[in-house]
């Protein structure tokens, strides 16, 4: 079937969060599309659309998310818009998807992974182990936070909430001596001033689907379906697969820190996971390899080791 590509009088909208990453996202998302089709960039309409995730109004800046609950916190808004019709695709940073998508649309489109680790920032030193006993560290995310915790016990961890110029802002005003982002959205910003270490995935295990932007359509749009397919990276999707294939099958709450990963190598996919306590005082985690085919099983498996050896309980946990 042949679809008629939009033009600047029938242009595709494409929808996004306003943060200047989510912004970069889409205007990454519409230079590809440009590319694969030769369309201008005036056959594509760039929507903003602000969620609850984004409304200060709706939201303290001083309550930990995960206080708030995160599910779809950031992609309501976004999929109301897909499904009447006034935006056609929307372009989401995976690691604040949920597992599962409304009726009606669907996720298939990948663009090709960014750097998935975790970065150090610091103005004083230039690794976690450099960091002196009872250092203060600032992040907002339980998973970095029960990490950190479960290597180091001696630090104090505080919330620090906002977008990335608000954080960095609060180092630099030494509310902590530390803190930490995604790689993924320095590169992208191209925040290359900012002082920061790559930190190993081998001591800080990444969020499932760190680092990748998805792209998620209706159902039924074929025009949509169509264009997408021409600029899906099918390595991307692949290793999604599986990381959300473990996440789902973890069925953690949000109070539960939860890391993956998977990597090929040839025809083989290996994933890691990791399962903590918000506090840190217990970690579970193994690997998993096999044939890239039997990622989404291996995500399943992985999830249903580390169920078993955390024990019941585990994720009722409601610590201070
Ligand atoms: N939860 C916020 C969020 N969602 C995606 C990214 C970074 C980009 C990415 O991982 O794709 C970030 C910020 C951060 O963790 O530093």
């Avoid at 109301?80 to 019709?85: F, K, Q, S, V, Y």
């Avoid at 690794?127 to 990490?147: E, F, H, K, M």
């Avoid at 961890?157 to 802002?169: D, P, Y």
């Amino acid at each position: 079937m042949t679809i008629d590509l939009p033009t600047p009088d029938q242009p595709l909208n494409i929808g996004t969060r306003g943060s200047p990453l989510a912004l970069a996202q889409a205007y990454e998302t519409r230079e590809r599309l440009s590319k694969a089709f030769d369309l201008p960039f005036e056959a594509f309409n760039i929507v903003v659309i602000k969620t609850t995730g984004d409304d200060r109004t709706l939201i303290d800046a001083d309550r930990p998310l995960k206080e708030i609950g995160n599910k779809g916190l950031f992609t309501k808004e976004i999929e109301e818009a897909m499904l009447e019709g006034r935006i056609d695709i929307a372009v989401h940073s995976m690691k604040d998807m949920p597992v599962a998508q409304p009726e009606g649309l669907m996720l298939d489109c990948y663009l090709p992974r960014e750097d998935v680790r975790d970065a150090f920032i610091s103005h004083n030193v230039t690794r976690i182990a450099d960091l002196p006993s009872g250092a203060i560290v600032g992040t907002s995310s339980l998973r970095r936070r029960a990490q950190l915790m479960n290597r180091r016990p001696d630090l104090n961890v505080v919330e620090f909430r906002g977008n990335l110029q608000t954080r960095l802002k609060k180092l630099e005003d030494g509310v902590a001596s530390c803190t930490f982002l995604a790689m993924a959205g320095l590169n992208r910003l191209k925040m290359d001033d900012v002082p920061k270490t790559a930190i190993e995935t081998d001591d800080m295990l990444p969020a499932v689907a760190q680092g990748a932007i998805g792209i998620e359509r209706r159902v039924n749009d074929e025009r949509a379906a169509q264009m997408l397919a021409a600029i899906h990276d099918t390595p991307t999707g692949q290793r999604l697969a599986a990381e959300r294939a473990f996440l789902e099958a973890l069925d953690g709450s949000c109070e539960t820190p939860i890391a993956g990963l998977a990597e090929l190598d040839g025809d083989t996919l290996r994933l890691r996971g990791e399962v903590l306590r918000p506090d840190g005082s217990e970690a579970h985690a193994d690997e998993i390899s096999g044939p890239i085919a039997n990622g989404a099983e291996m995500g399943k498996t992985l999830a249903r080791t580390l169920l078993d050896r955390a024990g019941p309980g585990f994720f009722d946990w409601h610590g201070a």
